[in-house]
């Protein structure tokens, strides 16, 4: 498929305009925020009410307490980056970015389907604990997760970037909605563009944050009806995968596969945060339907070739892409949410 230079011009034309909202480093850890000399402009955009030093006074250190302690865990542990990544664009997907996902009681988002193989709790409650023990009832869960997120993907090899603080935490948090709203790999992209859109989001924001899986694991279970039973034929496999990458998924989950067999998102660099994933798709090499679909429909197509063409362009527009998701519904008002003591459950 070739580029079309309409398409190149409104991606580069974009990722300008999105840049007025974030502050890029190259791989630079984030700065503890009593170095106001050497800090870089707010970056919220003023209709979310956040701010990158919302804790200046409060709580001067927490930036440096989350990437010390999310340093710790991903090097112990490099797969848990793309999971932090992945937990909380699941938290932004529901409700916005509120911490509902944490909540962790019946009936809750953690508590269903869609979430069953989310990790990444275990650290959250790490950072907050600590949090407490410096800045007591000051930072909420989602600020914290969201921050999280950044470092993740900075330890990963991807881009650094402005966080903006002052998000509440919600106190809702119901399983169906999750069920309901969270991509699980199999949708259609036109459901995936409708529901990217209902949360201030363009296609240009679909393809980078659908990038994140440059790196990380997915179970069988999405991809089982593309190996063995296509469109509800027993025995198809979905035509649009390549034949040898076919196999090889084949030889990895098996018909009986599904939660507890992991393979790789990106089957040539899986540990690298780079371009390689958007290779892939032009080469009938992505892993779930909703993957390979960006580059299957022209909506999205264009916009895959010209990150592969433009490398650059894809940690710039992902660290933009993740500050818009980011402030996704988030809550600031004095009436709106809490700041939980614990992040799995509501304040007594």
Excluded at 15 to 36: I, R
Excluded at 132 to 158: F, H, N
Excluded at 161 to 181: C, H, M, Q, T, Y
Aim: net charge positive.
């Amino acid at each position: 498929m070739k580029m079309n230079p309409i398409s190149l011009f409104v991606l580069i034309l974009l990722v300008q305009l999105q840049l007025s909202v974030v502050v890029l480093g190259n791989n630079v850890p984030p700065k503890p925020a009593t170095n106001k000399a050497k800090r870089a402009p707010k970056t919220s955009p003023p209709e979310a009410n956040l701010s990158s030093d919302y804790y200046q006074a409060t709580c001067p250190n927490l930036e440096a307490i989350i990437h010390r302690k999310v340093q710790a865990w991903v090097n112990r542990d490099k797969t848990l980056a793309p999971s932090l990544i992945r937990l909380h664009f699941h938290d932004c997907v529901v409700r916005g970015c509120d911490a509902s996902i944490l909540l962790n009681y019946r009936g809750s988002e953690r508590r269903t389907k869609a979430s069953k193989t989310l990790r990444g709790y275990k650290v959250i409650n790490d950072i907050k604990s600590e949090v407490e023990r410096q800045c007591p009832k000051t930072v909420s869960c989602a600020d914290i997760l969201t921050a999280v997120a950044r470092d993740a993907t900075l330890l990963a090899g991807g881009p650094f970037w402005e966080v903006p603080f002052g998000r509440k935490d919600g106190r809702i948090s119901i399983n169906r909605e999750a069920n309901r709203l969270v991509p699980q790999g199999n949708e259609n992209i036109t459901t995936l563009i409708n529901l990217f859109e209902s949360k201030g989001l363009n296609i240009l924001d679909l393809v980078v944050l659908s990038g994140s899986h440059t790196i990380g694991r997915s179970s069988c279970s999405p991809i089982h009806s593309r190996l063995y039973n296509f469109n509800g034929t027993q025995g198809a496999s979905d035509p649009s995968l390549d034949r040898k990458y076919l196999r090889i998924l084949k030889q990895k989950c098996g018909p009986s596969s599904y939660y507890n067999t992991l393979v790789d998102l990106d089957a040539t660099t899986p540990r690298t945060f780079d371009i390689k994933y958007y290779e892939n798709l032009q080469k009938k090499m992505g892993l779930l339907s909703t993957d390979q679909s960006l580059y299957s429909d022209e909506r999205s197509s264009s916009f895959v070739d010209t990150l592969v063409s433009q490398p650059s362009l894809f940690s710039i527009q992902f660290a933009a892409s993740m500050v818009k998701l980011g402030n996704v519904g988030v809550l600031t008002r004095p009436h709106e949410g809490e700041i939980r003591l614990h992040c799995d459950y509501v304040n007594p």
